[in-house]
């Protein structure tokens, strides 16, 4: 709407309300890969979290050791159905007072096909036979419904050699693929990423006293391979940010590749939340519904491998990268570049703002100045309009040639019954008064 201003009466228009969008909140930025959390200067917090978490790990694998399962360690299973109001401790107890010494017990299945599986170190014929007697006894069920499996130790071991050697085929081929798709570099990153989660995962079964079982290393191998997945979708990032970053002034190594973490980062999110729900669903389900007990070990190492795999890609693989660049001396140079010239920058921009400012005070000086004078031409015009109101009232109405005449002869004639001045009349026919 406009109004009238008071000193000339021009139209003055108010600007017109602009609704501001609300500030962007912090999922939008998440979701946008708009973050900007330091990642890579703040590695050495991450690198202190992770030494001690595997320096914890390495103890209990040291000290406590595993728990392995009758395929790597050799012995005999038996398998008995459940009955009413028989628990898996009274079972495990029946077991021992075989005189034999029971390695783990569980349950596996549900309803009518729920069954107890007792594992014990290795047995001949005749202890098989006694072991059986005495859990077909706490049963409550014959002897032949107590199946029993007898498993080598040899077994275990061919188990564990083919598992050595499968890790170490898949190394060497990531560590080539990594070498030739991107550095070499890049790929010292991601081993030193797939060593952190391998020994963590496997730190954790050790503290909790989880049975290793073949299902477990399958886990395992599998859990690198989703690692190493996240890693590579971050190191391309990384590698597409920092392309000719050494001719340029405008950043560093480590904040562009600090960047490329935070572009990536709601990808990585997406990626484990999504794998974690079936195998949280997996354990969940396969566990306590199901009673699937060789599920647990599977659910487990999958469930903790995702999650650490995750960490080392954002926290662990691309710090190390930054820290294997740096070694070069290029890349430090090409840092102090970066950071000569923004201080030089600071310090223009500084001068500039300075000068800004002076402008301002200057300008707003000058818009005082003219708002003065200005005041004072319109006090001055109103003065002259009232002097000239003044003169105007205060001088005689003009007349005009023949109304003056008229009056002149007026005032002349003598007045009725009035004596003639003659004198004044002679003097004034000679030209002019008389002096006295």
């Not at 549900?110 to 006894?137: C, F, H, W």
């Not at 989880?210 to 690198?224: N, Q």
Request: proline content about 3%.
């Amino acid at each position: 709407m406009c109004a009238p201003t008071p000193r000339n009466g021009a139209a003055r228009c108010a600007a017109p309300y602009v609704r501001r969008s609300p500030d962007v909140g912090a999922l939008v930025r998440l979701y946008r890969g708009e973050t900007n959390f330091d990642y890579v200067d703040r590695r050495k917090r991450w690198y202190l979290a992770s030494a001690l978490l595997l320096l914890v790990c390495l103890v209990s694998i040291g000290f406590k050791g595993f728990n392995f399962g009758i395929e790597f360690s050799g012995g005999t299973q038996f398998m008995a159905p459940k009955s009413a109001g028989v628990t898996l401790a009274d079972m495990r107890a029946a077991a021992e007072d075989a005189g034999v010494e029971v390695a783990s017990t569980q349950q596996a299945g549900v309803g009518a096909n729920a069954r107890y599986m007792i594992k014990t170190a290795a047995l001949d014929p005749d202890g098989q036979e006694e072991v059986s007697q005495a859990l077909a006894k706490a049963a409550g069920v014959s002897v032949e419904e107590i199946a029993v499996s007898k498993v080598s130790s040899s077994w275990g071991g061919q188990v564990t050699q083919q598992a050595l050697i499968a890790l170490a085929v898949f190394l060497a081929l990531v560590t080539a693929y990594l070498w030739v798709r991107f550095e070499q570099k890049m790929a010292f990153g991601a081993l030193a990423a797939l060593a952190h989660d391998v020994l963590i995962t496997a730190g954790v079964y050790s503290l909790v006293g989880f049975e290793v079982t073949p299902s477990m290393v399958i886990g395992m191998l599998t859990i690198l391979g989703y690692s190493l997945y996240d890693t590579v979708v971050v190191f391309d990032k990384v590698q597409e940010n920092t392309r000719g970053v050494l001719g340029s002034s405008r950043q560093t190594y480590s904040e562009a590749a600090n960047l490329a973490v935070n572009q990536t980062l709601m990808r990585s999110i997406n990626t484990t939340l999504t794998s974690l729900l079936p195998v949280g669903a997996l354990l969940v389900v396969g566990v306590y519904l199901l009673g699937a007990g060789t599920l647990k070990e599977l659910a487990l190492v999958l469930f903790i491998g995702m999650l650490v795999g995750t960490y080392s890609s954002l926290f662990i693989a691309t710090p190390v990268l930054v820290d294997l660049k740096m070694i070069e001396s290029r890349y430090r140079a090409q840092a102090k570049r970066v950071v000569a010239k923004r201080s030089g920058e600071e310090d223009i921009s500084s001068k500039a703002a300075r000068r800004q400012a002076k402008r301002a005070v200057e300008a707003k000086k000058a818009r005082a100045k003219r708002s003065a004078a200005h005041d004072d031409e319109d006090a001055y015009d109103e003065r002259d309009e009232a002097e000239e109101l003044v003169d105007d009232h205060d001088e005689p109405e003009e007349l005009d040639e023949d109304e003056a005449t008229d009056r002149e002869l007026a005032g002349l004639a003598p007045r009725p019954g009035a004596r003639p001045e003659r004198s004044r009349r002679r003097s004034g026919s000679r030209g002019g008064k008389r002096k006295r």
